[in-house]
């Protein structure tokens, strides 16, 4: 139900790349009405979809689906969200229509909709992101949405190369809180940006064996399209 533009894509990638190293993966699809708890789950995905689909969903997530993604997120579970997905892991989204959606409440931000007069926010995306080393990583995606996310304090995922992120005009994109991950960016996100990845793979992985290191791949291929891509982005 939340899957646009390719997000479906972020589940092949990490099934994909850990299948590569020999990781076993179990893919569970959590429909309308199914618990997300007790899944046993490593990693969340939620996908996009249009304000039809998030109004459906709306209230699905303010019974226990969304108060155990909450505490799957507190506890420092891995969980990314995208576009549609990531804006009802905020307070609020408010629909084209008017309509008030209730969010889980991961993420300090609400998301409101587009004006009459504006456009909606559609194109290629590089996004810098901080790493805690101090370094920076790029992730590179497609967005399409109507909806302005404002952070009322939420920490952003990264800051806007080129595109537009959050909402156009204060240079943020997505946001993060421990391993919770919201953006905008769909492309699909995952299978783009390999070290991105990795890094939710790992991440999941490390919460049970703080030893376990990944075994690198050859990703030539996906790095020499990475860096074709971001430079066509980065010129606009
Ligand atoms: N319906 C939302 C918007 O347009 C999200 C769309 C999406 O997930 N691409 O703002």
Known sequence: MMNLYGD?????????????????VEVVDVRLGESIHPTGCDIFLFGGGQDREQALLADDLSGSKGADLRSISAAGGVVL???????????HYETADGEKLPGVGIFDLHTEPRKPDEERLIGNVLVRIPLEDGSRGEIVGFENHGGRTRLDGAAPLGEVVSGFGNNGEDGTEGARKMNTYGTYLHGSLLPKNPWFTDRLIET??????????????DDGVEKSAFESVSARVRRG
């Open 204 to 217: 999941a992985i490390k919460r049970t064996d703080d030893t376990f290191e990944l075994e690198p791949l």
């Open 81 to 91: 969200g995208v576009c549609g997905g990531y804006q009802l892991m905020g307070s």
């Open 8 to 24: 479906r894509g972020n589940v092949i990638s990490i099934q994909k790349r850990c299948e590569w190293r020999g990781i076993p």
